[in-house]
């Protein structure tokens, strides 16, 4: 660690693993109600333990974006972080305000904290992955203008690279994105419509910036190839991503009452989605080669190079399979969207910040990498998650094709619940793999208590 | 990627990519709200229509349902269901008495929550579902069963 403003980002990433366990086990829970449908009914309904499944994903990535922010951007713009306090005050106005409204959704029912929270005056609850409170909407905005004006602040101060610019368009993009979730019109069409503004072009388009930023940043430091190289490289990755993704938002657009037009744009550019990831995969793999140095820290490495290949699988070629109209008019709203949802989550957003934590946390514990021992274990965790989801995915992939031929495509169609009877197989085979990807996250989280004799020195 | 193909070439073509390719969305986003009120029955958006919507946001019910598609996919497809219910012959009186009637409490089968909606409540979120099911959704689903 160079800057000692670098410190704040290590509560950010240990506030995010928490996060991540949390949503772990809320998944484990959503697993087994597809088989046991009455479990825990009905303290924890479904719909309950999906908003906290998803929104824990999304808050503890946002976590781990603004922690890699915090550890990144003074080390690129070669200065202190401009207010450090300020980074650890909005650590805590966010987490509090993630655990408050996680305790809101488990305690009490929806439709009262809609109406106690001011629903009624600005309604823009209910809507999948933006079911957040209007207090805690408004306390997102009001964190990340912070942490933006924060880093903002710190990079103009300071020395401006390729890699902290494509970071802060990435972030801003992120924020300026997030407000569309404040327009929610009467007219369930546009609702649809927009409501993809947030979340397509964050997943599919800004976010793709911040991560094409945290792998570029973690290579040039795990591999010591020229900066040069690498920024040249991210601004060709970034490009094919934004000009791809941005019409590709169009694949959504086929079945939700908007013109048939859509179903040309969207394919032909959302098929072309995969190449900036293939790209990225590439990428990772050529500047590890081309490596002029021996980093001591193989198991960020290891994340990184998953990153890529995870990245192209889950978000590119899983995409890929259900983003063409005519594939699409079958699949849409099947298991085959949440097989795509979870390894495209894992493999480019889950990877990617646990690369960042990887690289920083043991300098930011004093050291340039973990002991052999603690690294062993680490990478154990990274086979033993990511073997998990790729089979959490195929086993959904299997129910989603069956679905979709059960239901959707057989002479004679079955309804959906005598369609679910038949795959649940399937969902027990995920629900198993499961339990694997929690048993990997646990001994990920041991590798941080893993003490060794030959710790290499910062 | 060497010699005349500079960082900064590479930077200047993803501005220009990007600002070309979000101007093109910008273009379509403006045919698109052209199009729409030939497609999304807004002629039927009464507020009885618009009260039904927030009964569906405020109940959560995109967090098992899918509607057109879009949400979890725990519990039947949402938009056609006054079709596949009946339609015109019983089609809202099936969704009151359904809602009305949860959870059905059989053991080991997947359960809806009571929502202790009022009668009113209860015709306007039959009047969403059926101003939904006669949206223009480009012939999807591919059969009643969603």
Redesign the interface.
Known sequence: MQYKSQAVSKLYFVAAIGLFVAQVLFGLIMGLQYVIGDFLFPAIPFNVARMVHTNALIVWLLMGFMGSAYYMIPEESERELFSPKLAIALFWIFLVAAAATVAAYLLVPYASLAKWTGNDLLSTMGREFLEQPLPTKLGIVVVALGFLFNISMTVLKGRKTAISTVLLMGLWGLAIFFLVSFYNPDNIVRDKYYWWWTVHLWVEGVWELILGALLAFVLIKVTGVDREVIEKWLYVIITLTLITGIIGTGHHYFWIGTPEYWQWWGSVFSALEPIPFFAMTVFAFNMVNRRRREHPNRAATLWALGTGVMSFLGAGVWGFLHTLAPVNFYTHGSQITAAHGHMAFYGAYVMVVITMISYAMPLLRGRAANSNKAQVIEMWSFWLMTVSMVFITLFLTAAGILQVWLQRVADAPMSFMATQDQVALFYWLREGTGVIFLIGLLVYIWSFFSKGEDAAKA | ?SGS???ST??N??FG??V???L??LA??Y???Q??PA????AN?TPQV?AG??I?????????H????????????LGNVYVRRGGAQGGTEFIKAWIKAQ?T???????M?Q?NLSDKELDEIAAFLK??SE????K???????
């Not at chain 2, 899918?66 to 497809?77: K, N, R, S």
């Not at chain 2, 409490?105 to 359960?111: F, I, K, V, Y």
């Not at chain 2, 949206?135 to 480009?138: A, C, K, L, R, V």
Request: net charge positive.
């Open positions: 990627m193909f500079t960082t590479a930077r073509i993803f990519g990007t070309f390719f979000f093109l969305f379509l986003t045919r698109n709200e199009a729409l497609r999304d029955n807004r958006l618009v919507k927030k569906w946001e405020t109940r959560n019910c995109v967090g098992c899918t509607l057109l598609g879009e949400g979890a996919y725990f519990a039947p497809e959870p409490g059989a053991p080991g089968r997947r359960q929550p929502f101003y939904v949206i223009n959704t480009s999807w689903p591919p059969n009643n069963e969603g």
